[in-house]
């Protein structure tokens, strides 16, 4: 007696059968949707998404000002500097802890903002490149980089002052050799580091308060 293969097929066989032509029509059809449409759709859901986190209080204080913020949970300090507080001066280059142009400072220890979550912070002292001058009066590390021409694009230059000053107030400008190696988490695409090393011996022999 020959089978049958409409009804001697298991149910489950039919099933999957079903489903993989839905998914298949489903992926022909997405691939003739255009971009725009698709990234329209993909930002209307981030919207979404974040509308549904609930904001949480935080206290900071920024350069010697304090701030009472409601934020999400998942905002980087780097981002909450930027876009909240509008200190640009805090670069985000990789955004992943590797190129060190967002280096701040908490408490007087450096720390890298894009990899830092904002309400880690509660209550603590941020310092950015913003608040490192007096007024108009630079700081010693600004006035050394500018003298030894320790930036050329200047686009990781914020950072790198930030740990130039954080390297000497750790003791950690003993030497050349030593500097590279405490300031080798900040990359300057440029090559300027000769001159980097040249400004914060500058500033850490003439023993200038940092």
């Known amino acids: 007696m020959a ?10 066989h039919d099933e999957a059968r ?8 489903l992926l022909t059809a997405l691939a003739f949707v255009p971009a725009p449409v698709v990234d329209a759709a993909a930002a209307n859901l981030d919207e979404k998404v974040a509308g549904a986190i609930e904001k949480v209080p935080l206290k900071l204080e920024v350069n010697g000002k304090k701030y ?9 300090l780097l981002d909450l500097l930027r876009e909240e507080l509008n200190l640009t001066g805090t670069k985000k280059g990789c955004d992943y802890g590797q190129c060190g142009a967002c280096t701040v400072h908490v408490d007087g220890q450096r720390v890298n903002s894009c990899l830092s979550f904002a309400v880690m912070h509660d209550g ?13 009066k630079l700081h010693p590390m600004q006035e ?7 930036f050329q694009c200047g686009y990781c230059t914020p950072g790198q002052i930030m740990s130039a000053v954080a390297c000497v107030r750790e003791g950690h400008a003993g030497s050349d050799a030593e500097i590279r190696e405490y300031m080798s988490g900040n990359i300057c695409r440029c090559g300027a580091y ?9 500033v850490k022999n003439g023993g200038q308060k940092v």
């Open 194 to 202: 000769s001159n980097i090393v040249a400004a914060i011996q500058e």
């Open 144 to 150: 050394a980089f500018v003298k030894h021409d320790g």
């Open 124 to 136: 603590r002292k941020v310092t950015t490149i913003e608040g490192l001058a007096d007024g108009d």
């Open 68 to 76: 009472k913020l409601a934020v999400e949970p998942r905002t980087t």
């Open 18 to 25: 079903r489903t993989f032509l839905k998914q298949s029509s």
């Open 3 to 12: 089978m049958n293969p409409e009804h001697d097929a298991p149910a489950g």
